[in-house]
Each structure stands twice: as structure tokens, then as C-alpha cells.
């Protein structure tokens, strides 16, 4: 009998993961017109001075509506993009859209881009990047580039080449989703990042968990001595902002703040004589 069902079990997750393998094939597919028919869009969500409220910049997150499956998360359908090689085109256009939207808004706030590995240490990085500010008029101070750790440790040599390549054009970049993955202090002072983005994880176990509270500070302490600047996401409540008010974290990103929001609400937003969020005035 538990053999039976064991068996049974077996052949449930077969068939989940059989499910699993037709939908990425079946969106692979999909993506490869996908940028031709306008279904991919960039939502934008800002980021606050935690001092004074005011939106620094804003956050570049992908979007894709496909006709047969809906809107997709850039969780599920970058790695398939990544493994088809087409997120180097789907990432160009990214970096091209951004700016040419950003370019509208004032002068002060900038735009962050996420890369992806692969678009990292593709040759035409560079090249893409500024053909992106030419055709925006957008200044290379007002881009900034974010990469995960996890990214780092593929190829060091490639990586380290690739952001000092970026940083020469005068564009900033952004270590993402610090603390996860295979983090390592030594990527702090081996890679030129400007700014450093601890991960929601910590943030939002600060709450509850006084180890995490500890983590974070010492992370911002870090930061500050290594001469970066600290972004704090992912913050969903009032009291994992109260606590980063404790610290000398200079700017913070949350759904408790503002959401993702489309390329019009935020340029609206933008307008506003002192766009600051109500709950940090
Ligand atoms: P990320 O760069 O760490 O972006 C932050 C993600 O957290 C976004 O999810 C955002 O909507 C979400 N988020 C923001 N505030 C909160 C919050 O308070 N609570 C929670 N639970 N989540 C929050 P999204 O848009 O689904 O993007 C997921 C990931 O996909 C991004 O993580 C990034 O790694 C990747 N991604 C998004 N756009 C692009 C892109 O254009 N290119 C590449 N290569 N990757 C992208
Ligand atoms: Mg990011
Ligand atoms: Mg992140
Ligand atoms: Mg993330």
C-alpha cells in the first residue's frame, strides 16, 4: 500500500514537472515575437531619501503581457529568456525604454535598471548604454545599473570588467539583493559599486528578529565606511521603517511606500512640485 502511494506521489510531481516543462517551452516560443508585438512594458517604483521623503529614483521592473498567458512575472520569464538568449535583446530594449522615459522626468531623479548576468557581460553592453543616453538626451549621472551577487561569482574576471566598462560612461551601479546567495564581504571592496541594496528578507525579519536588526546595521555601517550609498526594499510595514529610521540607511523602497506603478502614474507622481512620500513627511 505505501508503495502504492508513494508511487502514486511519484507520479503526481512527474506530472508537475512535465507541466512545468511544457509552460517554459511554450513561453519560449511565445517570447520570441513577443518584443516585435509591444507585450512587454516597464512599471516603476520609487525610492525615497528616508530623510527628507523625497524620490531619488525609480526602480525600472519588467513587465510581459502575453496574449495566451496573461501578465507573467519577470521571476518566471527572465530565466527563460536568459536560457533562449534573448534577454539580451529584451534587456536592450529595457535599458533604451528607461531612459527615454526617464528623460521626461526632472533632472533630480534618476532611473534604475536591472541586468541581467548574461546582458552584463555581453559585448555590446557598452555600446547599447550609450546609444540608450544619445537617443534619450538622458545625462549617464541620471542611469544606474543594478546587478544581483549572485551574478559575481560566475565570472569574476568578466564582471569586474564589465562594471568598471559602465562606470566609465558615468554610469552608477547597484549591488541588488545584498545579503542573499552566496553574499561575501570581499565583493564590497572587489567590485567599484556606488550603491548597495540590502534584500527585503532582512528587512522585513528586522520586525521580529533582533538578529536581523543587527545584520542590517552593521550592513549600513559598512556601506557608509566603504564610501556607499545603502537602499533599504522591500519595507511593507510601519515598523520595518521605523527601525531603518534607526540606522543611517539613506534611501528606502517598499510596497508600503508606493508600488510599481506605470510609466504614466509615475510621471504624474513626478510632476508634483515635491513628490515625497506621505508617509515619511
Ligand atoms: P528586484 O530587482 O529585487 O526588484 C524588486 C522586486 O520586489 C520587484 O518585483 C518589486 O515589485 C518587488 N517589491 C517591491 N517592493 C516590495 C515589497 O514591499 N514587498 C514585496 N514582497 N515585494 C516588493 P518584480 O517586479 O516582480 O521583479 C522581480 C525581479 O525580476 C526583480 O527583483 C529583478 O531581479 C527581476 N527583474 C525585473 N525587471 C527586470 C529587467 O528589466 N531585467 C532583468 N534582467 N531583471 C528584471
Ligand atoms: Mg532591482
Ligand atoms: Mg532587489
Ligand atoms: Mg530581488
Known sequence: RAKDSGRGMLCFYERLMDEKVERSRELAAEMEGALERSEFSLMFQPIFDLAGGRILSCEALLRWTSPDHGTISPAEFIPIAEDSGLIVEIGRWVIREACRIASTWPTDV????NLSPIQLRSANLAMTIVSALATSGLAAERLELEVTESVLLEDITASLAALEAINRLHVRTTLDDFGTGYSSL???TKFPFQTLKIDRSFVQDSERNPASVAIVQTVIELAAKLGMRTI??????QAQLDQLRRTRCDAVQGFFLARPMS???IGTMLADAAPAAVKLR
Open 110 to 113: 534618476t532611473v534604475a535598471v
Open 186 to 188: 570581499s565583493y564590497l
Open 232 to 237: 533599504a526594499e522591500g519595507i511593507e510595514t
Open 263 to 265: 510609466a504614466s502614474m
